[in-house]
């Protein structure tokens, strides 16, 4: 089964408005995390938020926002007042576990978002 | 503050050649990793290090090879290279306190 799963290959947003990229995961360990990750046309990852399996409230960073239901096993990403250049592929990812060896990364397939003006 | 660093940005190798990507950060993290992205793909955790001295494979090990003789520096080896190979390669690294981790800017491989 895949770990990470976007389901929407592109989206469109009018510049502004808030847009909401999804995310669904699969792990049994209850010590896990979920990051997102955009990356520009120019080709770097740029870390965005942060969300860990015990952290109470959902994680917040300016424009983002990580909508976290564990029940359902969603990790979406919110980003508020779309802008222009927030036109990028967005990558969900998550670790699991607490060795070392929990940094280990898995990535979805990624969202290209589009901004219109 | 260089952060994560990745030479050469492009190679073009021939099938057959072998070669070394180089990845280095000045951040004292003890874990080091690199990734492949493949077209409309995430990325695939190749190789990754816990700290110098330790290095286990990911999810994607065969035609690499990956040593850690220091905390700064973790080349990833293409012992063969095949069109297979043909990819972008991320370089990331994290501190044992926080799990945020810090690409580096890639490197973009073509195998003929």
């Known amino acids: 089964a895949q770990k990470i799963t976007q389901t929407q290959p592109g989206m469109f947003v009018q510049e502004k408005e808030a847009v909401t990229l999804d995310c669904t995961y699969d792990t049994s360990d209850p010590s896990y995390g979920l990051f997102w990750y955009k990356q520009p046309s120019s080709g770097e990852m740029i870390f965005l938020i942060y969300q860990g399996s015990y952290d109470q409230q959902n994680a917040t960073e300016g424009r983002y926002s990580l909508n976290f239901q564990k029940a359902r096993k969603s990790a979406n990403l919110v980003i508020s007042a779309s802008q222009l250049g927030d036109s990028a592929m967005y990558f969900c990812a998550m670790r699991e576990g607490i060795s070392g060896s929990a940094r280990q990364l898995t990535f979805g397939s990624g969202t290209q978002l589009t901004v219109l003006p | 503050n260089a952060g994560v660093t990745q030479t050469p940005k492009f190679q073009v190798l021939k099938t057959g050649q072998s070669m070394t990507l180089q990845c280095a950060q000045d951040m004292n993290h003890e874990y080091m990793s690199w990734y492949r992205q493949d077209p409309g793909m995430g990325l695939r955790l190749i190789h990754y290090s816990v700290g110098a001295g330790i290095t286990d494979q990911g999810e994607v090990p065969n035609g690499y090879n990956v040593s850690r003789s220091t905390t700064e520096d973790f080349p990833l080896r293409l012992l063969s290279a095949a069109p297979s190979q043909t990819s972008v390669y991320f370089c990331?690294?994290?501190?044992?306190?926080?799990?945020?981790?810090?690409f580096g800017p890639g490197t973009r491989l073509t195998v003929t």
């Open positions: 990331a690294s994290s501190s044992n306190r926080a799990y945020e981790q810090y």
